[in-house]
């Protein structure tokens, strides 16, 4: 795989980023007067039907024409510009973020740093916004976005739902390596749930207000009558199918996740024997973990037959709970009240 | 000053900053004293207070345990592994239990695996555990797997699939054409594992058109397809793939991925729409293929060649045949 991704990255890195939007046509701050005075601090008009209109934006990210190297390159930044993956950035290689799509290296070193922040390095919070949308929660890795607002985004022209999710298929892959998408025709939405958390952060920011119309439609000079994409995060999938396949998955994780404490604790017992763990940080979970269960390594013998065995002992543990039962004191400890 | 910050986020810085005003933690939503500092070239700051930092044995920067720098949710699931029973860092959902947790000293008061891993005695015998789950998970392992079961519903019997399967290669073989038919795919193989073992066959990962859809997976019909960007690419790909014979003589090509066997057949007239939209149809789909898959692996002494050869030449009245020959299935799915 090493040479493949040199192959695919060469391209951008040899030239230097292009500037996608020049500062002159950039829009106003000021948001299109919908109230009658306006907030200086939250950057809203106030006072009238401020409802929030849904728009398709006039820029796009086009990967193949707009990626390259920047400042941020040299500087050995980690994160990625926002104003990039929107398509608007005017400031090309003078930009101090990094102007490409996510790669495996990019995940590699940003993994390495932890969740409290998305790949554009803003903070995330403890739970995710009531509408699934914005940055996101710092609780739990996910993976997948909801698509909504489908048909807006294709101008309510009535496509064949094969159509469609090729089209999904199409913009979504070019922003990280895939790992399964669902269109779901009844509710015309989609789920596309990609290999690395970073991938959906980015393409979620690429693709929100994004039209689904292409520039061979005879629609495409009317795309900004219609609305975007409405690209948020998704909840768990309810099918036991998906979530039998996510204990999996969860499994074979806390598994390598035991495999390296015990490596560390002998490292630190034994430092002369072993200095390469002294990065002191956790496993990858997406890139390396995975490719390692891949490839010939520690992990190799740990197969789902392992993995079913381990299951096996957590029920047989289950049986002599009395001994290993630690004291985990419930959130309230009495009743709130005498009718309890 | 009290703090928890791990030594990685720290990593040898000693001077910390206080913030003048402070902020809100991000857990509990008090307000608490925020530290600065410069590591690695990065200004670090603190997101949660130190209280719930306590609480719940992280730093309070990367929020990982501060004994095995991982994610809560992680150490409570390695934990709950070990010990068999459940450990979770239950969190707060509404604001009045933000604020009956927030007071509640974190010295004494531990959440989930807290308890645990800020204790170095009952850590060290955690440890000990581990090795021991380890030790039995991996002695010998013979690596014989069951069978995976096919996931079979009722109710997709009876939908009617022939549109589909008009237009799908099944009495295709492995030849060489722009783009080729995948099935026998395990729902649990993610598309990129097949887009890379894809491209170490033909030993490069540009082979996709960049103007068009070049994979298509449809996880719930276990079948899929792909179209190479130029027709070398493609016979390096009926090149770099094992071949095998069918009972009917058809050459069918096999790609090795994980624990599973793709089957291979060209597909000229590659065509999304063939995969089927809904679920239902979906799922006949997968049922239909799973037993070309069977039938495809049985030996010729088997069964009936008579039979097989009729059931290629008109997949439609493989429905038919469904339940008469239910209990014939080759153990040996992954060969």
């Given amino acids: 795989m090493a040479q493949d991704s040199i192959e695919n990255v060469e391209y951008w890195k040899k030239r230097p980023a292009p500037i996608q939007v020049s500062e002159k046509d950039l829009p106003s701050s000021i948001p299109p007067q919908t109230g009658l005075t306006f907030n200086l601090w939250y950057n809203k008009w106030s006072q009238g039907n401020s409802g929030q209109s849904r728009f398709v934006s006039p820029y796009r990210l086009d990967v193949r024409a707009h990626e390259g190297r920047t400042r941020g390159d040299k500087a050995k930044q980690l994160l990625f510009c926002l104003y990039f993956s929107k398509g608007m950035c005017c400031l090309g290689r003078k930009c101090e973020y990094l102007h490409h799509v996510p790669t495996a290296d990019d995940i590699a070193k940003l993994s390495l740093q932890s969740d409290v922040m998305d790949c554009f390095g803003r903070e995330k919070h403890a739970n995710y916004r009531e509408d699934m949308g914005g940055v996101g929660t710092f609780r739990k890795k996910n993976r997948t976005v909801y698509v909504g607002g489908i048909t807006g985004a294709l101008n309510n022209v009535p496509f064949k739902s094969s159509q469609i999710e090729n089209r999904i298929r199409f913009t979504f892959a070019k922003l990280g390596p895939l790992e399964r998408i669902r269109y779901v025709e009844t509710k015309n939405c989609a789920f596309v749930k990609y290999k690395h958390q970073t991938s959906a952060e980015f393409s979620k920011e690429a693709m929100s207000n994004q039209t689904l119309l292409i520039p061979s439609d005879k629609e495409w000079s009317d795309r900004s009558d219609g609305t975007g994409l409405l690209v948020k995060w998704a909840n768990d999938d309810p099918n036991p199918e998906a979530q039998r396949r996510e204990k999996e998955q969860q499994d074979q994780e806390s598994l390598n996740v035991m495999l390296e404490l015990i490596r560390k604790n002998d490292a630190k017992e034994q430092p002369s024997l072993e200095n390469t763990s002294s990065s002191g940080k956790r496993l990858l979970e997406g890139a390396e973990s995975e490719d390692r269960s891949l490839q010939s390594s520690i992990f190799s013998g740990l197969s789902s037959f392992n993995l079913r065995k381990l299951k096996k002992l957590k029920v047989d543990k289950a049986d002599d709970v009395q001994l290993k039962e630690i004291p985990t004191a419930g959130l309230v400890e009495y009743p709130s009240s005498d009718d309890d | ?335």
């Fill in chain 2, 1 to 335: 000053m009290d703090f928890a910050i791990c030594e990685s986020c720290l990593s040898g810085q000693t001077r910390l900053t206080r913030a003048p005003n402070g902020a809100e933690c991000k857990i509990c939503t008090l307000p608490f004293t925020v530290y600065h500092f410069k590591a690695s070239s990065k200004i670090n700051r603190t997101l949660i207070c130190h209280n719930c930092s306590k609480q719940r044995n992280i730093c309070q920067c990367c929020m990982l345990d501060l004994q095995w720098q991982i994610p809560v949710e992680l150490r409570d699931r390695v934990l709950s592994a070990v010990q068999g029973s459940q450990v979770t860092t239950q969190e707060a959902q509404n604001e009045m239990m933000k604020r009956f947790i927030a007071l509640k000293n974190g010295d004494s008061y531990k959440l989930g695996g807290a308890s645990i891993t800020s204790d170095a005695a009952s850590t060290a015998q955690i440890l000990e555990r581990i090795r021991g789950t380890l030790a039995q998970i991996e002695l010998p392992g013979d690596k014989s797997k069951a069978a995976k079961p096919i996931v079979a519903p009722n109710s997709a019997s009876e939908v009617d699939i022939s549109h589909l399967i008009k237009k799908l290669p099944l009495k295709n073989s492995l030849e060489t054409a722009q783009s080729f038919f995948l099935y026998n795919i395990d729902s649990s193989i993610p598309e990129w594992a097949i887009v890379e073992a894809v491209s170490e066959v033909v030993e490069t990962s540009s082979w996709q058109d960049p103007v068009s859809t070049s994979v298509v997976i449809n996880h719930m019909a276990r079948c899929g397809g792909i179209r190479f960007k130029t027709s070398e690419l493609a016979s390096k790909f009926v090149n770099g793939i094992e071949a095998f014979q069918t009972p009917a003589n058809v050459t069918k090509g096999k790609l090795a991925l994980q624990n599973s066997k793709i089957h291979v057949v060209a597909w000229p007239h590659f065509h999304r729409a063939a995969m089927g939209n809904k679920n239902s149809e979906c799922l006949k789909l997968a049922q239909v293929l799973e037993k070309l898959v069977q039938k495809d692996l049985t030996t010729a002494g088997e069964s009936g060649s008579k039979a097989r050869q009729s059931k290629v030449a008109k997949p439609n009245k493989k429905r038919a045949s469904v339940k008469t020959k239910k209990n014939r299935r080759a153990i040996d799915i992954e060969l």
